[in-house]
């Protein structure tokens, strides 16, 4: 039982981090150092069902962080 909790989190671990790192297209350089005038804008298509994927696997992997622990 444990080790399939391990194999399951490391799968949704896996998927975080690249759900993470496709939502870094907007992020340079230039905003720390104060650049650009940013604007606001909605999540559409894609961009909004990345986002919330990746709400959906972060809590999931904290629900398994926290089964991993009591187990």
């Known amino acids: ?3 399939i909790i391990n194999i399951i989190q490391i799968i949704v ?8 790192v496709l939502q870094q297209r907007g992020a ?5 150092f104060g650049g650009g005038a940013e604007s ?3 999540k559409r298509g894609f961009e909004k069902v990345l986002f919330q994927a ?6 999931l992997f904290l629900g398994l962080a926290f089964l991993n622990l009591f187990i």
């Open 1 to 3: 039982m444990v080790n």
């Open 13 to 20: 671990a896996a998927l975080l981090i690249a759900a993470i």
């Open 28 to 32: 340079s350089l230039g905003g720390a």
């Open 40 to 42: 606001y804008h909605t």
């Open 54 to 59: 990746t709400i959906i696997l972060a809590a």
